[in-house]
């Protein structure tokens, strides 16, 4: 049930104690250092630790102490487990020394990290988990694993097309990024001198390699090809053994109109049953969420406008199946969290509302998101009454 999905600590890193209720999809917001990612990938240890203990001594590394699984996992220098307390999920207690002890289990948590760009290192194609130094953190490494061994099958098949591919992703969408992020240059694999790499293959038929991508395809690809892996073509429209997502910023180097591509696929992620938690520096996110929300507060008996609007929303054409899309969504919890920096600490604070009525700052400035935006609003505003003003000379 929903009540289950709790995640609690009293002691962990630099973060106050705090509960954290999860919904169907989950927002983490706040300033750089505040902590998020690390609740991300704690939440991601204590579901899947006996996976990942199992993967760290499969390549050789040491975990036996909570110190060395600390930096085997989060990453050099975060020694954050030693001092860990009251650890719980669902209302389970979860000791830290019961990390270190189970060596199995599959993965139930994919984890998309924000240094996705760097797993094409100086190459077109995801290093493999070795190719990592020790001191890198685990989701990083295990995210270009999984992108590595998903290409390896033969993704693009004969003809080595990667994007834009019939059936995979909603018509719409697919469009839209291949105008919006790809400008019109189709993503391929392509073998030279015996190695595969992916390239992007411009109109004009020039091929571009990593290193000659923008910023923003750097970004978007593998987040790309992280959808392709969670959304497979067939009878199974999802991978059955995952049950939640995790994106650490999903909007990065990104124009806001692809950044609303880059959220419907996440609202596909919750149609096709998978529970998604993301971390966020984008206003975007959140203006998605508040939208969202309202939606939901109409009435059962405005169905129609209900979908309707959920449509226009997305920029999404009305037709059965982006119908369904909007029922499922509508039907899921959301929950927003702020990190806010407090007293040398930082609070987490359930910030769901986003009303901007709220006497809470954190609340009606959605973590700090909207802060300088109202500032700016009353500075043009104060302009435009003193232009109406008569000229003193």
């Known amino acids: 049930m929903q009540k289950d999905w709790r995640l609690s600590w009293q002691r962990f890193a630099h973060l106050q104690a705090a509960t954290i209720t999860l919904g169907d999809l989950t927002v983490f917001v706040g300033p750089q250092a505040t902590g998020k990612s690390l609740v991300l990938q704690l939440f991601k240890l204590v579901q899947d630790y006996g996976a990942v203990v199992a993967t760290l001594k499969r390549y050789g590394m040491v975990a036996e102490t909570p110190s060395l699984l600390s930096h085997a996992y989060f990453g050099e220098g975060y020694d954050v487990l030693r001092e860990a307390r009251g650890l719980t999920w669902k209302g389970n207690t979860i000791p830290v020394h019961r990390l270190l002890e189970k060596e199995e289990g599959k993965e139930r948590v994919f984890y998309i990290p924000s240094q996705r760009a760097l797993i094409f290192h100086q190459g077109s194609w995801p290093r493999p988990f070795s190719d990592y130094r020790k001191g890198d953190p685990y989701v990083v490494r295990r995210f270009s694993e ?212 709220d006497p809470d700052a954190d609340v009606a400035e959605w973590g700090g998101l909207t802060a300088f935006a109202t500032r700016a609003n009353e500075v043009v505003a104060e302009c435009a009454a003193l232009l109406e003003e008569p000229l003193h000379v």
């Open 146 to 357: 999984s992108l590595r061994q998903f290409l390896d099958l033969g993704l693009g098949g004969q003809s080595g097309l990667v994007f834009p591919m019939k059936r995979r992703l909603r018509q719409p969408v697919r469009e839209r990024i291949f105008t919006d992020i790809f400008r019109g240059a189709t993503l391929r694999v392509v073998t030279e001198a015996g190695q595969k790499r992916l390239v992007l293959e411009t109109q004009r038929q020039y091929r571009l390699p990593y290193l000659s991508w923008t910023s923003g395809q750097r970004e978007f690809i593998p987040l790309l090809l992280g959808f392709y892996w969670l959304l497979p073509l067939g009878r199974t429209n999802r991978r059955r053994e995952v049950q939640w997502v995790v994106l650490e910023e999903p909007e990065m180097g990104l124009h806001p109109r692809a950044v609303v591509d880059v959220l419907t696929l996440i609202l596909e992620l919750l149609y096709r049953g998978y529970r998604v938690l993301l971390s966020t520096h984008s206003s975007d996110v959140l203006e998605l969420i508040w939208a969202l929300q309202a939606i939901q507060h109409l009435p059962p008996q405005q169905a129609q406008a209900r979908s309707r609007l959920f449509l226009k929303l997305l920029d999404l054409p009305a037709h059965p199946h982006t119908r369904g899309l909007a029922d499922a969504v509508l039907s899921k919890r959301i929950r927003v969290y702020a990190f806010v920096p407090q007293d040398g600490e930082i609070a987490v604070k359930d910030i769901s509302s986003l009303s901007a009525f």
